[in-house]
């Protein structure tokens, strides 16, 4: 399995980005996918999670409101869009899956998913 996220930039503040992952090698039928964010000098933080067709999706409190986790079966592909960027959004951002259930879990724990991007850069600042 290869995952591999895209899209990092530098945006300014109340700025928009779309955050996009790829992954080859396993069937998507049955899918769990999240972001993480790995803020400078904090933990990993999980963001967001969508499982197959939509029937489990979780935003972190951080993410309710200005961010849109969505999935694109045909190519295998989950995207994050993020609105009202702020500096303190400014972190690597981890894509991840499991697919072995459809399921996402309430705390969106890493511990849960078994496949991690390298991770793709992204930096809210004026």
């Known amino acids: 399995v290869h995952v591999g996220e895209f899209g990092g930039d530098l945006v300014q503040p109340g700025g928009s980005l779309k955050l996009s992952c790829v992954v080859s090698g396993i069937s998507f039928d049955r899918h769990a996918m999240a972001w993480f964010r790995r803020a400078p000098g904090k933990e990993r933080e999980g963001l967001s999670c969508?499982?197959?067709?939509?029937?489990?999706?979780e935003y972190a409190d951080s993410m309710k409101g200005r961010a849109t986790i969505s999935v694109d079966d045909a190519l295998n592909t989950v995207y994050l869009q993020m609105n009202n960027l702020q500096p303190e959004d400014t972190g690597v951002y981890y894509c991840?899956?499991?697919?072995?259930?459809?399921?996402?879990?309430?705390?969106?724990?890493?511990?849960?998913?078994?496949?991690w991007g390298q991770g793709t850069q992204v930096m809210v600042s004026a």
């Open positions: 991840a899956g499991r697919w072995i259930d459809d399921y996402c879990p309430g705390d969106i724990s890493d511990s849960y998913f078994s496949a």
């Open positions: 969508i499982s197959t067709k939509d029937e489990f999706v």
